[in-house]
């Protein structure tokens, strides 16, 4: 059975700082390209960031480039989203998204991805 399980989210001040990690388990890690997507009640799931397999790739939405970060540590079975000048329009319940094994394009649709975690809120105060 696959789990993906997120923590790091909470309450944080405007231009603060935040990483989510994302453990997985159940799954080929290391051939699976993963995503973080976030999602505020009453709006549509959207993507925040996508990193492929092997680490070498990471995409973004516009809106967080060059302010989050996500990696990965396939020793781990983990990835990571470190978000970094955090605005109130981050605020958001972020979720962990894996795919099957090696594919990557169409990263930006959710509903690509096959396997989800149960997410976690972020609140950032202006």
């Known amino acids: 059975q696959v789990q993906l399980v997120e923590s790091g989210g909470g309450l944080v001040q405007a231009g603060g700082s935040l990483r989510l990690s994302c453990a997985v388990s159940?799954?080929?890690?290391?051939?699976?390209?993963m995503g973080w997507f976030r999602q505020v009640p009453g709006k549509e799931r959207e993507f925040v960031a996508a990193i492929s397999w092997s680490g070498a790739t990471g995409d973004y939405a516009d809106f967080v480039k060059g302010r989050f970060t996500i990696s990965r540590d396939n020793a781990k079975n983990t990835v990571y989203l470190q978000m970094n000048s955090l605005k109130p329009e981050d605020t958001a319940v972020y979720y962990c998204?894996?795919?099957?094994?090696?594919?990557?394009?169409?990263?930006?649709?959710?509903?690509?991805?096959?396997?989800w975690g149960q997410g976690t809120q972020v609140t950032v105060s202006s």
């Open positions: 159940g799954l080929t890690f290391s051939y699976a390209a």
């Open positions: 998204a894996g795919r099957r094994v090696f594919t990557y394009r169409d990263y930006e649709a959710w509903a690509n991805y096959d396997y």
